[in-house]
T-cell receptor, first 113, second 112 residues
């Protein structure tokens, strides 16, 4: 059983640029959620994808967007990067209808300069 | 809007002593998770509590859930240095669109 894999692990971008982060869900899981964790804070829910559609969204602007693919992997795209977007981005996979928890990936550390 | 509060935010613990940390949440939920995070690392799942009165133990850590009081506690027995980390509780929203709402975390530091 493979866990959740995120890439890249670290990334440095310039303000105004665009970035794509990737996540491969755990085998057997069909739902992917993305979280943003700023330094010293708890993770904040960005959005969730199920059956390739957005299935709930947190308080994030539209420049945060995502995709889910038929193999349940997912991308998080952020346009027009701002300095405050610097954070650890965590992907979590789960299985709809089965309450046994979320599996988190190791995260992508994004720094916007 | 669901709010999750953890207290204290920082706890300095002496090796060998017992401590309890708390997680309060604002709306009805019967799914609560505890995670551990080491500096610069991702979240490690510790406990999943799925019903009122649930109690789970792993090593020196024991977590419990009181859904009526909207309170979870994490009890630490005989603290050791390896327990130094930040601990988050997270509450799962009920309904079709599940998501986790996290507290701000409690940073535990165990001193000799």
């Amino acid at each position: 059983e493979t866990g959740v894999t995120q890439s890249p692990t670290h990334l440095i971008k310039t303000r105004g640029q665009q970035v794509t982060l990737r996540c491969s869900s755990q085998s057997g899981h069909n739902t992917v959620s993305w979280y943003q964790q700023a330094l010293g804070q708890g993770p904040q829910f960005i959005f969730q994808y199920y059956r390739e559609e957005e299935n709930g969204r947190g308080n994030f602007p539209p420049r945060f967007s995502g995709l889910q693919f038929p193999n349940y992997s997912s991308e998080l795209n952020v346009n027009a990067l701002e300095l405050d977007d610097s954070a650890l981005y965590l992907c979590a996979s789960s299985l709809v209808g089965v309450v046994h928890g979320y599996t988190f990936g190791s995260g992508t550390r994004l720094t916007v300069v | 809007e669901l709010k999750v509060e953890q207290n204290p935010l920082f706890l300095s613990m002496q090796e060998g002593k017992n401590y309890t940390i708390y997680c309060n949440y604002s709306t009805t939920s019967d799914r609560l998770y505890w995670y551990r995070q080491d500096p610069g690392k991702s979240l490690e799942s510790l406990f999943v509590l799925l019903s009122n009165g649930a109690v789970k133990q792993e090593g020196r850590l024991m977590a419990s859930l009181d859904t009526k009081a909207r309170l979870s506690t994490l009890h630490i027995t005989a603290a050791v240095h390896d327990l130094s980390a930040t601990y988050f509780c997270a509450v799962d929203s009920t309904g079709a669109n599940s998501k986790l709402t996290f507290g701000k975390g409690i940073t535990l530091s165990v001193r000799p």
